[in-house]
């Protein structure tokens, strides 16, 4: 599988995840004209879909080569469907973060990009580590079927919404999950400022984003602390 094919399914698709990142502007008011106002109930659902897809696949496992107990095809699966960006992808911008954090070079950095860049999930691939890249789509098969299928694995979302009552595709899908990455692109902007990680938070960030942020700096700062992704972590800062 060529990079060129690779960078080239990317800025096709690039404006996928922004489009379903934002879908929840209409989701979440649809939902409650379905069901009422205890549909929001959804709500805290979203916090945690946060915690299980992005802080603990996102980040630790498809960016930092961690390992869970839940099978890796399920845990990839659900952060597709979360974000609609190959893991590979996501794993490539999170190493490029870590090499040159809080720099022009770094595609989370809100200092450089602003608010409304860094909250909206429309990613440059030219701000990626080309090299895990490479290892994410030679050696990770999961990556590679994600990239390799990903027109194919479109069709079950799309699917569903006709099959599945649309109330319960809201509800248990669609506003949870867009919501949740909502939540994640806002702790991107919210963990570094000035030029750095964030060392001290409020006690309404450490809850709203659970597992990102009271160890955030020390996980910049600290190899013993950062997960094991070989020499991509930290070394070449």
Excluded at 18 to 34: D, I, K
Excluded at 137 to 146: A, G, K, P
Excluded at 151 to 174: E, G, K, R
Aim: charged letters at 10%; one cysteine or more; aromatic letters at 20%.
């Amino acid at each position: 599988m060529s990079m060129n094919y690779s960078l080239g399914i990317l800025n096709y698709r690039r404006y996928l995840p922004v489009t379903f990142q934002f879908s929840v502007l209409l989701t979440l008011p649809w939902l409650v004209y379905l069901t009422g106002y205890q549909a929001l109930w959804v709500i805290p659902v979203a916090w945690l879909w946060h915690w299980l897809i992005f802080v603990v696949t996102g980040h630790m496992i498809i960016s930092h080569s961690r390992t869970s107990w839940i099978p890796h095809g399920i845990l990839y699966g659900l952060f597709f469907y979360s974000t609609y960006i190959t893991p590979f992808f996501w794993g490539a911008l999170h190493i490029q973060h870590h090499k040159h954090r809080d720099t022009e070079l770094d595609p989370h950095s809100p200092d450089y990009l602003g608010f409304w860049q860094t909250l909206i999930a429309l990613y440059d691939p030219g701000l990626t580590d080309k090299r895990t890249m490479v290892k994410h789509l030679r050696y990770n098969q999961l990556s590679q079927f994600f990239v390799k299928y990903y027109s194919v694995l479109l069709l079950i979302p799309v699917t569903a919404f006709f099959v599945i009552p649309t109330d319960i595709f809201l509800m248990f899908y669609a506003v949870p999950a867009s919501l949740s990455f909502t939540i994640a692109t806002f702790s991107t902007y919210y963990t570094h400022h000035n030029y750095k990680p964030r060392s001290d938070f409020d006690t309404w960030a450490k809850v709203l984003f659970l597992g990102e942020s009271e160890h955030h700096d020390r996980h910049h700062n600290d190899w013993s602390y950062c997960a094991p992704v070989t020499e991509l972590c930290l070394k070449s800062q």
